[in-house]
């Protein structure tokens, strides 16, 4: 298991969000509705969108990993669920300040797809308490895999689920997101979530490569260990703290 | 086939014999209406608040029974017998889902009558409620048995369980009360969306058989 950071992705990443948000703020129009604050908009939904296909996107990466059986599909699967975690953060607190804008509260029980994400949220927090619970290295990541496959699953039925009871008590017209969305506005969201997607790649990606970077330092380590105990190398046993500064 | 009448022979044997769970679950149920009582300041109840009281009942004296449904095997070393056994993870998985919702529909035939006396639940609306039941226990066993085998193998195996399976159970909560809710109506029972959320239910036991007969393999290796 070997990753490197990459090179041009984040380059990508910060061109084409700054160009998503200079186009968010001098070529889209504000919402004839809502006003200023439906900008908030081409922040929250990206994330949203991302963390959700993040989401998924562990789900098969649990798939193959536990199909090949190679660590390196456990740790692509962690590290797709920690990102999207991180961006599920920021998909909640977006969402606070936009429901508190056009809403006045902060929290809205009868908006579906808030609260499905809540749940699909507290989910995947589970993930870290029952991953470090399992001490042997193996059937960890086999048991990780194990709950991305079926948390995988879960999501679009909670999402069914939760539209359904909401849908009920207030009948809502079934717009998609971009329904009522110019020509102009679908461009800029197009360029944001493109923007989100790119940077939620290059977080893994750097992620993974740091995941890799620690994992083989601890092999030198041990490595650097076992020869200084073993008394056959030239290098006098170094300290451990000396050996980190080196 | 056989291995599957074997194990669950043998858990509703043990059962019968220790009366460890079933008991224990009936009891925590009666108690926790009582707590309800007094909880929710009312005496009778109706619809939606009756369709909670019941289905958050029953699905955390489920969670008693989950987190005991494997400590045998892992304690007196059943998971290693059935690993070195030629037979297959799924028939141990099909096991116990039998056996989870063998004791929940034990639990119900106990705790909805007494729910239903505590509250002035009219009896017309528990017929229906008893379809509903059997689906969501369905639902419950699944995931609680997928949880559970999970769970019974980490460090902090009584935190992991409740912890993993609130979240996932929430679906069932939501169709189960929403089929449940206009049944146990103060004029009697309706059948408003009632087809629509046991079909929801359904869909939900479903995926999670599949997922669990896809994957149980995997948590059996070692």
Known sequence: MSFKAPRILPALTVVTLAAGFILVFYFAPNDADQGFIQKIFYLHVPLAVCALVGFMVAAVQAILHLRSGDPGWDARSYVSIHISVILGVAVLITGSIWARASWGKWFVWDEPTLVSFLIVFLLYCTYYPLRYAIEDRERQARYASVFAITAGAFVPLNFLAVRLAESLVHPRVFATADGGLTPKMTVTFLVCLAGMALLWQTLVRFELAAKSTRARLARLRRALDQDAVAGGSRIAPVPRRASGAG | ?222
Do not use: H
């Open chain 2, 1 to 222: 086939m056989n291995a599957f009448r074997a194990i669950l022979a043998k858990d509703l044997r043990t059962e019968l014999r220790t009366l460890e769970s079933v008991p224990a679950m009936a009891l925590f149920a009666a108690t926790t209406f009582v707590l309800f009582r007094f909880g929710l300041d009312r005496t009778t109840l109706e619809g939606s608040l009756a369709a909670g009281v019941l289905l958050a009942t029953v699905l955390f004296a489920a969670i008693l029974a989950i987190n005991r449904v494997f400590v045998a095997e892992r304690e007196q070393g059943g998971f290693d017998v059935i690993r070195l056994a030629p037979v297959d993870g799924t028939s141990l998985f099909a096991a116990k889902v039998c056996v989870l919702a063998i004791y929940l529909l034990a639990l119900e035939l106990i705790a909805v009558p007494v729910f239903a006396i505590l509250f002035g639940v009219g009896a017309a609306g528990l017929a229906p409620l008893a379809a509903v039941l059997v689906l969501a226990d369905l639902g419950l066993a699944t995931v609680g048995a997928l949880v559970s085998s999970i769970a019974v193998n980490s460090r902090a195996r009584d935190l992991i369980g409740p912890l993993l399976l609130l979240p996932l159970l929430v679906p069932v909560m939501i169709a189960a009360a929403g089929a449940a809710e206009p049944l146990l109506a103060a004029g009697g029972p309706a059948y408003g969306e009632f087809g629509q959320w046991m079909a929801i239910l359904a869909l939900y036991d479903l995926v999670f058989v599949a997922v669990g007969y896809a994957v149980y393999d995997f948590l059996l290796e070692d």
